[in-house]
């Protein structure tokens, strides 16, 4: 019989913990070569395209318990492009993204709900140039190999955030709906 | 001055065709200048637009005078114009109307391509969305720039030479023939 001393108390903790949590705590990794966040806005009807090209996850995601699942996200604003560099410049710019003051954006979940089939909904706080607003994020798992994509868009109003200002606050030139999309590629996320 | 009888005259639609796209195609082409080295801003946004939508617009209307072209023979010059004409005017006279209808499909063809290819596709008065004939790349889109340019001031320089051809028979040779394109029964 062992004897219950404090140091083997620590080391069954950590065994328990190693057994039966290390599903469900285990932290999923991101695969930035393998994802992508872009975005389409729209001026004067035309839609135009631009994506994130650095941005970093912590998940703590067990598809079995979705409701115990933490999600924070973190986009470099300042690594944003349209694919062309007259509008590029403009975009770090006090009157866009300002990323001089405001160099991240973050999400953080506050409750991730199944929707089944492999569909989950991601409510959390989506902060961007100093303002944050409550968001719903619909996303799909999708098993790819070895990887997990979790796929999806929503569309968040840019003039909540005060992404365009003065001028450029004008929705006739630029719609304040901007269509978000992102496609990431997760490691060790387990059956869903 | 001599008149020229309602028969050598071009009917009232093909006038109308040719003045409205006369206007068109100046203040087209002083829209291009002026905007294309605005800064980034709504004003260069909107003025990019309304030159798209414009542009288009030249184009289905010239799609329509072509047909009406095709269709209703253009009034024959008046005997006594072709009889003054040397060689060397006939020849111009014919190769700067046939280049200038090449020009006005080359020109916004060219545009929309150069707008597909630099990713921004046109979307008609902001509500109909047009195809792209070339897909977005930002090298092709380069490759292109210079040719609507291009092609534009060639456009101009013939329009330049046809105005100038129709003062010249107007004040110089004093035959009456812009009455040909003139509304109004004079």
């Known amino acids: 019989m062992i004897r219950s001393t404090p140091l083997v108390r620590a080391g069954a903790l950590i065994l ?19 994802s992508e966040i872009s975005f389409v806005s729209k001026q004067m009807g ?73 569909k989950f909904e991601v409510a959390g706080k989506l902060a961007i140039k100093g303002a944050s607003q409550d968001a719903v994020i619909p996303v799909t798992l999708t098993a790819n190999g070895a990887t997990t994509v979790a796929a999806g868009s929503f569309t968040l109003k840019r003039l909540a955030y005060k992404i365009g200002e003065k001028e450029w606050a004008d929705t006739s030139m630029v719609a304040d709906d901007v269509q978000v999309k992102f496609k990431l590629a997760l490691t060790g996320v387990g059956k869903f | 001055m001599n008149t020229v009888p309602a028969s050598r005259r071009y009917t009232g639609f093909a006038m109308l065709l040719h003045w409205v796209l006369a206007l068109a195609l100046v203040g087209m082409f002083a829209m291009g200048l002026y905007m294309a080295d605005l800064p980034f801003s709504p004003a260069r946004l909107k003025l990019y637009n309304w030159h798209k939508w414009a542009g288009v617009t030249v184009l289905i209307l010239s799609v ?6 095709l269709t209703h023979r253009p009034p024959a010059l008046p005997q006594a114009v072709t009889l003054a004409m040397p060689g060397w005017q006939m020849a111009a006279y014919q190769a700067t109307h046939v280049l200038m209808y090449a020009l006005f499909f080359a020109v916004p063809l060219i545009g929309w391509a150069y707008s597909s290819a630099a990713g921004f596709p046109i979307v008609l008065f902001g509500v109909l969305p047009l195809p792209d004939f070339v897909s977005a790349d930002k090298a092709l889109s380069e490759l292109i720039k210079p040719w609507h340019e291009a092609s534009a001031f060639a456009l101009t320089a013939l329009v330049v030479v046809h105005v100038g051809a129709a003062l010249k028979h107007q004040w110089i040779d004093k035959d009456g023939l812009l009455t040909r394109m003139l509304p109004g029964g004079r």
Not at chain 1, 61 to 71: L, V
Not at chain 1, 90 to 115: D, G, H, M, V
């Open chain 1, 16 to 34: 328990l913990a190693a057994l039966g949590g290390g599903a469900a705590l285990a932290q999923q990794k991101l695969v930035p070569a393998q």
């Open chain 1, 46 to 118: 035309v839609p135009v395209e631009g994506r994130f090209k650095k941005f970093d996850a912590q998940i703590a995601f067990d598809p079995a318990k979705p409701q115990t699942g933490k999600i924070a996200f973190t986009v470099d604003i300042a690594s944003a492009t349209l694919g062309a560099p007259e509008p590029d410049s403009e975009l770090p710019k006090a009157e866009w993204f300002n990323t001089a003051k405001f160099p991240q954006a973050t999400f953080q979940s506050s409750t991730i709900k199944a929707l089944g089939g492999g």
């Open chain 2, 64 to 69: 329509l005078r072509l047909l009406w072209r």
